[in-house]
């Protein structure tokens, strides 16, 4: 609220003030005149109206404008009808009978000449509000603009100025007699009677003009300056008016017969419309009608809101309305139309409810303010048919609609008269009940019709807390399966009634009611009679209870309660029942005792039984009636209850102690005694006493702590921001075309918190400390620190401009990914629309005008992230947020036994769980002393609300406790032995060392000006005890920054030690260490944090009106912190409970799912700052220095000196981890495949929490977590904790701006996981209507919900690290846009090389493309190049035999070899995988909406192949879109052949060659969209699939042609997928061919190219070499990149290309030289991307066995036959390391496994003897032969180890025999062209499958070493030995039996055989 009281103190308004009061008790008829101070303060004009949050006095409310109805439709003050005029004086002339004519008054006639126009004065000036709103009037000194009512112009308000003294104070008395006025029209003065003057502004009146009757309202100007209608004058006395109360109804469910329209056959429900008239309030007098149709039946689902019907004496007005500046229309309000409005369309109440089916809708234009909540009408008993007055309406012109939404007006046809109430129905209120008995009874609306009210309805209160619960909604058959029910309709009225007493009676006294139990016990009753009607379905018999048993079966019940439940039956109505009730309690005497509860059942034949109960217990009628209020209504119940003075009875009687003695003066004495010193600071006792300036000058110890100097991130803050990476990159990848991450390349951010100023300066903080700005590339390192404030904004009213700049950089950055991260989202959730109706919350809507904005939800560049730690009221049937982006943080307790992380997360269910531990003190406390004064207190003030009374009894606790502890032992008795423990904690621990620190108290008051108050009496009393340099108090109002007083900052500084000098402590962590109590304040706590000193968090004050889920919680939340293992496992050890003991899976090693990226960044200079993230809070002081010292300094040597302030990544254990999940990253590893490099874990997991003592030395005092002190009705929510239940509390209604769906729901059950909980909420709750997600309404045709894609919600418990989770996911998402912009290539130098320069002969350099001639000279170089065979074995050449024996390295063969790789950016003519997107290639890559996959046509293929020596069936899956590549025969569309281009051909925008790409297991990172390397041109691309993976690359490549491999080739190696390729190949060039020679096309002119490419070639490159004339020492290579489409044009633009073989092209390096380009064109092996022409090699095959080396030995086999290879070397390739997939190695395991773990296989053991006992393999027979002769070379061939002049002679293969051993390969083809071997003696002979060419003859010619060694392999035994003996093997070669060997294969997997042998 926060207005001053009238300002200051003029002494003119003194004089006037005492004048008036003299005056007035002269006049006044009361003993007691007005004090002066009320009048000085409690003005009307100063206040009333001019604050929202100020309660005018309940007889504004009855003077709310009477609706009157005439048959002519105008309103007519001089008619009496039925509802009497509320505005009558006390004279009788007018009581007349309500159907007699008006008494006729003769008026003046005008002057002749004067104007006479109504709403203009006799000078012709007009004076109606509306014309005269906007301009500026002068009154004089003492006047004050009111507002007149004409008879003749109901609509219109004339604008008068009158003195006032002769207008009323807020009680009805003191206006002078008499009237002094002035026209402020035509400006004219002095009117000294109201007769002339109503003659001069034209009333024209009919009756006696008289200005009670005709000045109505007060005028006042709205913030925007706009003249308004403010509250009503207050012309009547309070009790001139009870008097008459009794012939004034108040109906609650008075339903209009004309606007009750049945739903679905049933009278459940009444929708009425309601239109909008300017006539204030259909409000029969003095029955204080709420008119808010908005009471929010808190726990209640679809309540609807009656129409004025708070049955309670509400102090506001509805004038309220133009106080908050939309009044200009006058009060508008409901009146029921005979149309029913639209359902559910648009209620204005301040707290709408959820409509459904059993709901009204109403229209209110301003927010009505009230005190408590009326209830519903729509009871299940059909209404008995009466009648309320309806006036007629006049149809409403309003210029601007309502909230844009148009309101169904429909005036009135026909008048309804008045019809008489049946006296039965009536209930007359007592007068003074509540002052009588002490008690408003509160009455639960159960089932049946209540009756009407009349009298001092004030009195009680009317709830429908209860009331859904008895109407049982019809649900649908599924929910009633999960439910266990068959149907809903299962209990009758009698079963209702018994349940509600037997539910009563269990609750006890101190319990109240709560919706959520009893809904339980009604569902469980339902489920016993689901088992019962089975029970009779199996004849069992079971008999209802009738009507008749029901009164003694309920008396019965009620017999067991102690008298603390009555039961009243009546035969009529419940009228009776409810007036006995009411009656005996006025009529008690304060000594009887009442009942708690009256259930009043009312067994009526006619209409069966109904039933209500009457609350009269104090405790639960007080709560009940308290928990109907919302947390905004409460607090302004409370500050109107203090600025009222309400609470001046209670203030007195804290005047005094407990002792009797007056306060005040106590105090002063004290002050006296004690001089003018002070009790020493610290490092001293309480008794010893120093002048303050000794005192402000005590320099304590400096404790460099620092903790608080480096930001770090933890292991569970770091996989939560994984696991929202994750789920970024799951959206991106969900083909919803929402998000392209790979269109970004920066990202920038903005962080909303709520309006709390250290919360805005703590995530400031954290933002300065965390470096994200400088890691992000956002700011410079310099300014970092005060730029940081742009990025961090708090919704306030200023929010809009600054989100608007926000915007602006959105929009004109397209690749910047921004994040919108809003913190405690959770917090004041209403939608804009509601804004009318917010409980006057300053700017309401403000996060939903943000966060859901047009341009925010369009933005394809902005993620928005919602962080919160109580997610509930987002988690609704409407929430925006898709539960599958909702991350939650991870469960903590599996955190428990990770590594030496010392700090446990100690919540909620912590604190429920520790009352287990049978400590004596435990940590969560309910003070009993203290409730029990409370409850004495509670009844002597029941007018007050409770927790003025809780609060004003805290302070008065507090300051006797310091009295206590100080002076005056005596008080000690007095006080609670909590408080005195506390205080004294406070104020003897600083005593007690050198350095000053002590605990922190934090007191939570939620209401403002209850906290100021607590802090100046709380200030005063330790000011006057001395305490003021001991310990300091601080308000913690979330409006304004810390205040602590200088010398304390001097402390704070002087303990951190390096702070500069304008310091000054801005979050509640800078207090660490501060003895100090902080009262924290304001509506919810909102997510700050408080340091380990905390130390007692008071809660004494939160009771039974903080009745949901996240109020409740976020309380306790204050508390939450991290801390050290030992608290946790100390008391527990003892007993065993915690649960928690077994040892768990280190968390590290389960998290494989987790994306491998570079998450921890190299922390940058700027954040060497503070500590624990917002996470890792130690809480409690040692008590004693030492004890902290040794406890708190040893730290890990990373965090010893604040100049290295190094996070994670500089610790040396994870350095390595780090770099290594750095480089293994892919673009985006999403896929669960992933692999996660084991040493992470064990490399993360090594980092220290601060304050952790180094293992051993052990904790000295392990800090315990906050104590924390809550009232008894909280205590009983969140403590009951049986097993490992959630508290109480979760059953709870979530949040008050939701609402339950049904009152049958399942419960919330045991160890629900915070996934499992979302998804109940999602089910069972849905938004009110003023809450921002009520507009996303599910689709009404589909019931499809609308989420925005875009959005994450992160859960995490309060007190977490969500903050600094949330921080590093924005540094790690950066590092991935950046990687995504990058790709992991290979870069490695070529093996082998060879520099003499020999093969460059005859080449010219800058030739284009080779010369056939020329290049045809150059011998063939043998030797294998590419660094990816640096392990393979070496091809002989003669240049090899010269070369010395060191060529050949020794290694270790087990060890694989990492292979080298550069991270390079991508570029525009790139290849990619699945996780690209973007618009260009979006149709190349998805599937259109129109098409889908079945347009996909499978195509058989068959052709006969010689190798295979059988038909070949092949299956082409080809998309609709791609068909025209193809032929297909004329009648079943069946595949004939590809087609293929013509050599001719010259297309400059194609490339002629089909691209095939072989692939395997790299569905989602095979780069197979070529669409950018291609330029996107049209382009013919065959992907080559195995069969088993064919749906998986169908699935993610739904556009591209596949040919998939006939099934036999599932385990085959890449051999056999490019010998299909070629073989297909050929067969197609032979069928386009016959095509095309039919339509006259020579046979050689068809194009006979194809190119072969693997999926991991990214990006090309082409190559020049730079002269440079000044240094010829190295000439610079220039290169930059190209397309693939231009790499392919310029190689078969080649000239004579037909008679190339092969053509291809180098392999890129960051060491590539002009040397290795001195020749353009290499005559050499080429790999990985080749352009093969099929027709010249249609006689060399692919060994399609092959594994391995199949490239090598396809390119020696084609050389072999004279055909030319070129490689072109001013072209390179870039492969893309991938990690998953390709060419991978079998896992290799036994075909039957006998145990599970067996030891690893080696490869020696892939090889057995025939027949033997072996354990045979899974694994195919090829694959394990290369494998072993990788391995083998030792055995196999010794001598030819490092052996390079006797090579092993291999004939017609090339396999990889091991790196240490040199292979001479010879074809045995005639005519073939082979390496000269004379003189060369070979070391070994290998025969691999040879065939008829080889043989004996041909070995004969080569010469062998002594003690050679053969290996002759073949496909079974009996050509093994056929073999023999056709080769004469047995001539030269020495044979022994057991040296026949097998690949250890079972003979179903057709093993291979193989023999070895020694020459002789």
Request: include cysteine; aromatic fraction near 8%; charged fraction near 20%.
């Amino acid at each position: 609220m926060g207005n001053s009281y009238a300002g200051q103190l003029k002494s003119a308004r003194f004089e006037e003030a005492l004048h008036n009061s003299i005056e007035a008790s002269l006049r006044c008829s009361s003993v007691v005149p007005r004090p002066i101070f009320s009048q000085l303060y409690l003005d009307p004009d100063q206040h009333a109206f001019s604050s929202a949050d100020v309660k005018p006095k309940v007889e504004d409310l009855d003077k709310d404008l009477v609706h009157r109805y005439t048959q002519n439709g105008s309103l007519d003050f001089s008619n009496n009808l039925a509802v009497n005029d509320m505005e009558d004086d006390e004279d009788d002339e007018e009581m007349s009978d309500s159907n007699s004519p008006p008494i006729p008054y003769s008026q003046k006639p005008a002057p002749e000449g004067s104007c006479t126009t109504d709403g203009f004065c006799q000078a012709g000036k007009d004076l109606r509000l509306v014309s005269l709103c906007m301009e500026q009037i002068d009154i004089p000194a003492g006047f004050l603009l009111v507002g007149a009512k004409s008879p003749n112009l109901p609509e219109h308000i004339l604008v008068c100025a009158v003195d006032k003294r002769f207008l009323p104070d807020d009680n009805g008395k003191n206006a002078l007699l008499g009237f002094s006025g002035n026209c402020i029209g035509c400006g004219e003065r002095g009117f000294r009677y109201f007769t002339e003057f109503s003659n001069h502004i034209n009333l024209k009146l009919t009756t006696q003009p008289k200005k009670q009757k005709h000045l109505k309202y007060y005028l006042v100007r709205t913030s925007q300056g706009v003249l308004s209608k403010g509250p009503l004058i207050c012309w009547k006395e309070c009790r001139s008016r009870q008097s008459s109360a009794t012939c004034h109804p108040i109906k609650p469910n008075s339903s209009v017969s004309s606007t009750v329209t049945s739903e679905n056959g049933t009278t459940n429900g009444y929708k009425t419309g309601f239109t909008q008239t300017d006539s204030p309030v259909l409000s029969p007098a003095n029955s204080a009608i709420n008119l808010s149709g908005a009471q929010d039946l808190t726990r209640n689902k679809n309540v609807v809101k009656p129409l004025a019907l708070s049955l309670q004496v509400v102090g506001k007005t509805f004038a309220a309305d133009a106080a908050n500046g939309n009044g200009s229309q006058g009060g508008k309000t409901c009146v029921p139309t005979s149309t029913p409005a639209r359902p559910g369309s648009y209620s204005l109440s301040p707290r709408p409810t959820y409509t459904s089916a059993d709901q009204a809708t109403m229209f209110i234009s301003g927010p009505p303010k009230k005190r408590h909540r009326g209830w519903y009408p729509g009871s299940p008993v059909p209404q008995p048919s009466l009648v309320v007055p309806i006036p007629t309406i006049r149809p409403l012109s309003r210029t601007e609609p309502l909230l844009s939404t148009p309101v169904p007006q429909t005036p009135l046809t026909g008048i309804l008269q008045p019809r008489p109430i049946p006296a039965g129905e009536t209930v007359i209120v007592p007068e003074n009940l509540l002052s009588n008995s002490g008690v408003r009874p509160v009455i639960l609306i159960g089932y049946g019709t209540l009756p009407y009210f009349y009298g001092n309805v004030g009195d009680i209160v009317v709830s429908p807390l209860l009331v859904n619960c008895y109407k049982i909604p019809q649900l649908e058959n599924k929910d009633l399966e999960q439910l266990g029910l068959t149907s809903s309709q299962l209990l009758s009225v009698e079963n209702m009634i018994l349940l509600t007493i037997q539910y009563l009676v269990r609750l006890g006294p101190d319990q109240i009611p709560l919706r959520e139990e009893f809904e339980q016990i009604m569902l469980k009753a339902m489920q016993e009679f689901t088992l019962r009607e089975r029970a009779l379905q199996m004849g069992a018999s079971c008999t209802p209870v009738s009507p008749g048993q029901l009164p003694w079966l309920a008396r019965l019940i009620a017999s067991v309660s102690q008298d603390l439940v009555h039961v009243i039956v009546t035969q009529n109505s419940l009228a009776e029942g409810i007036s006995e009730t009411l009656r005996i309690l006025s009529e008690i005497r304060h000594y009887q005792r009442l009942p708690d509860y009256v259930v009043a059942i009312c067994a009526s034949k006619i209409r069966g039984n109904e039933f209500c109960v009457v609350v009269l217990g104090q405790h639960q009628s007080r709560a009940l009636a308290e928990s109907m209020l919302t947390t905004s209504e409460f607090l302004k119940e409370i500050s109107y209850e203090l600025i009222t003075g309400k609470v001046s009875f209670l203030a007195s009687h804290f005047k005094t102690t407990s002792l009797g003695d007056d306060l005040d003066k106590l105090l002063e004495q004290m002050q006296q005694r004690r001089g003018d010193s002070v009790v020493i600071p610290f490092n001293g006792d309480l008794n010893e006493c120093v002048s303050p300036q000794e005192a402000a000058a005590m320099i304590p110890t400096q404790n460099l702590d620092l903790d608080n100097e480096t930001f770090q991130i933890y292991q569970p803050q770091l996989t939560v921001a994984r696991k929202l990476l994750s789920q970024v990159c799951a959206i991106a990848d969900s083909g919803s075309q929402s998000l392209d991450l790979g269109h970004f390349s920066k990202v920038d951010f903005i962080i909303i918190v709520p309006r709390s100023e250290v919360l805005v300066q703590q995530t400031l903080q954290r933002v300065r400390q965390s470096g994200v700005l400088v890691d992000l590339g956002l700011e410079e390192n310099g300014t970092a620190y005060q730029r940081a404030e742009k990025y961090v904004v708090r919704l306030d009213n200023e929010i809009q401009s600054k989100f608007d700049v926000f915007m602006r950089r959105v929009k004109q950055n397209p690749y910047t990914l921004f994040v919108l991260v809003h913190d405690n989202s959770h917090v004041e959730l209403t939608s804009v629309i509601s804004g009318a109706l917010s409980h006057g919350d300053p700017s309401p809507g403000l996060a939903d005008r943000v966060i859901n904005c047009r341009e925010v939800l369009e933005a394809f560049n902005l993620l928005v992230l919602q962080v919160s730690s109580f997610p509930y009221t987002l988690q609704t049937q409407q929430s925006r947020v898709s539960s599958t982006n909702e991350v939650h943080w991870i469960q903590l307790d599996t955190m428990e036994d990770v590594g030496c992380e010392e700090k446990l997360y100690f919540g909620l269910n912590e604190y429920s769980k520790s009352l287990q531990w049978g400590v004596t003190s435990p940590l969560l406390r309910c003070d009993e002393t203290f409730e029990k004064m409370v409850n004495t207190l509670l009844e002597r003030y029941p007018r007050l609300h409770s927790m003025v009374v809780r609060c004003y009894l805290l302070i008065q606790q507090y300051s006797e406790a310091l009295m206590a502890l100080t002076t005056m032992a005596s008080l000690r008795d007095h006080s609670t032995p909590e408080t005195l423990s506390i205080i004294d904690d406070l104020i003897s621990s600083p005593g007690k060392s050198k350095s000053g620190r002590g605990p922190m108290l934090v007191i939570r008051v939620p209401s403002v000006q209850l906290a100021m108050l607590a802090k100046e009496r709380l200030q005063e009393v330790r000011d006057k005890l001395g305490l003021q340099y001991r310990f300091e108090i601080v308000l913690g109002n979330p409006a304004a920054e810390l205040s602590v007083a200088p010398h304390f900052v001097a402390r704070l500084k002087m303990w951190r030690g390096n702070e500069p000098e304008e310091w000054i402590p801005r979050t509640y962590q800078d207090l660490e260490g501060l003895p100090c109590i902080v009262i924290l304040t304001g509506k919810d706590p909102l997510g700050e944090t408080f340091p380990r000193s905390l130390k007692y968090c008071d809660l004494r004050l939160i009771d039974s009106s903080y009745l949901t889920r996240t109020a409740l919680e976020q309380e306790v939340g204050l508390a939450c912190c991290y801390v050290s293992k030992e608290v946790i496992r100390g008391p527990t050890a003892a007993l065993d409970l915690s649960g928690k003991e077994p040892e768990r899976a280190p968390a590290g090693e389960n998290d494989s799912e987790e994306l491998l990226i570079d998450l921890e960044r190299p922390q940058s200079n700027s954040s060497a700052v503070t500590g624990t993230s917002g996470s890792i809070v130690e809480n409690g002081v040692s008590s004693s220095s030492t004890a902290d010292r040794t406890q708190r300094q040893p730290r890990t040597p990373s965090l010893q000196s604040p100049a290295t302030s190094v996070g994670l990544a500089d610790t040396a254990a994870s350095g390595e981890t780090l770099k290594q999940e750095c480089d293994s990253l892919g673009p985006v590893m999403a896929s669960s495949t992933t692999p996660k490099p084991s040493s992470s874990s064990s490399g993360t997991r090594s980092l220290a929490w601060p304050g952790q003592p180094p293992p051993g030395c052990g904790s000295l005092s392990a800090p315990l977590p906050p104590v924390v002190i809550l009232s008894k009705a909280a205590y009983g929510l969140l403590a009951s904790q049986k097993g490992s239940q959630l508290p109480a509390s979760a059953s709870l209604l979530p949040h008050a701006d939701v609402a339950w769906v049904s009152s049958l729901r399942p419960c919330l059950h045991k160890d629900m996981s915070s996934e499992e909980q979302s998804l109940y909420y999602r089910q069972w709750t849905a938004a009110r209507q003023h809450h921002a997600d009520f507009s996303n309404q599910p689709d009404p045709t589909s019931g499809a919900r609308t989420f925005h894609p875009r959005r994450l919600l992160l859960t995490g418990p309060p007190q977490a690290g969500k903050t600094g989770s949330y921080l590093q996911f924005l540094r790690i998402l950066f590092r991935m846009l950046i990687r995504l912009l990058e790709v992991d290539v290979f870069d490695e130098e070529e093996i082998n090389a060879d520099h003499s320069g020999s093969s460059d002969v005859g080449q010219c350099e800058g030739a284009p493309w080779p010369d056939l001639e020329s290049f045809s000279k150059i011998p063939f170089d043998v030797s294998v190049h590419d660094p990816k065979y640096s392990v393979m074995s070496l091809v002989y050449t003669e240049k090899l035999a010269g070369v010395k024996q060191e060529v050949i390295k020794e290694c270790k063969v087990e060890e694989p070899r990492k292979r080298e790789t550069v991270s390079m950016m991508l570029t525009k003519y790139a290849a990619y995988n699945t996780f690209h997107h973007c618009e260009q290639c979006h149709q190349y890559m998805e599937l259109t909406s129109a098409s889908q996959m079945s347009d996909s046509t499978l195509h058989a293929f068959t052709f006969s192949s010689s190798m295979l020596g059988e038909e070949v069936q092949l299956y082409f899956i080809i998309p609709k879109s791609k068909e025209s590549h193809f032929v297909f025969s004329k009648q079943g569309k069946h595949l004939e052949s590809m087609r293929l281009p013509l050599v001719s051909d010259k297309n400059l925008n194609a490339v002629k060659s089909p691209i095939f790409t072989p692939s395997s297991g790299r569905h989602e990172h095979g780069l197979l969209n070529l669409f950018h390397a291609m330029e996107g041109t049209s382009h013919l691309h065959l992907l080559v699939v195995k069969e088993y993976e064919m749906p998986l690359y169908r699935k993610y490549w739904p556009n591209h042609i596949m040919l998939v491999l006939p099934g036999m080739f599932n385990n085959a190696g890449v051999g056999a997928a490019r010998f299909l390729i070629k073989e297909l190949s050929y067969h197609n060039l032979e069928l386009e061919r016959n095509r095309l020679e039919e339509l006259g096309v020579k046979r050689q002119c068809v194009w006979p190219f194809i190119v072969v490419m693997d999926d991991s070639c990214v990006l090309w490159n082409m190559h020049s070499a730079q002269e440079q004339t000044s240094q010829p020492v190295e000439v610079g290579v220039s290169s930059k990149n190209v397309s693939l489409k231009s790499v392919l044009q310029h190689m078969e633009a080649t000239p004579k290309i037909i008679h190339y073989a092969i053509l291809g092209i180098q392999k890129w390096s960051s060491k590539l030289t002009s040397q290795s380009l001195k020749a353009p064109f290499s005559r050499c092996h080429v790999h990985d991307f080749i352009l093969l022409n099929i027709d010249l090699t249609q006689n060399v095959q692919y060994d399609f066995n092959r594994y391995f080396c199949e490239d090598v030995d396809f390119n020696l086999r084609t050389n072999s036959s004279g055909l030319l290879i070129c490689r072109f070397n001013n072209f390179s390739l870039m492969k893309k390391h991938i990690q998953v997939g390709g060419q991978r190695d079998f896992i290799i395991k036994p075909k039957i496994m006998v145990s599970e773990s067996l030891a690893p296989i080696l490869p020696l053991q892939y090889v057995c003897a025939p027949d033997s006992e072996h354990t045979l393999l899974a694994a195919p027979a090829q694959f394990l032969l290369e494998k072993f002769l990788q391995h083998a070379s030792y055995k196999l061939f010794p001598k030819a180890i490092r052996n390079v002049k006797s090579p092993v002679l291999a004939i017609d293969c090339y396999l990889n025999i091991g790196q240490e051993v040199a292979i001479c390969y010879i074809s045995s083809r005639p005519h073939s062209s082979n390496v000269n071997c004379e003189g060369v003696f070979f070391s070994g002979l290998l025969l691999y499958l040879c065939d008829s060419f080889v043989g004996a003859d041909l070995l004969k010619k080569f010469k062998f070493l002594k003690g050679a060694t053969l290996c002759v392999i073949c496909q079974d035994r009996s050509s093994l030995r056929q073999t023999i003996v056709r080769l004469e093997l047995e001539d030269e070669w020495q044979f022994r039996l057991r040296d026949e060997f097998q690949t250890a294969n079972s003979s179903d997997d057709k093993p291979l055989y193989f023999l070895t042998g020694r020459h002789i």
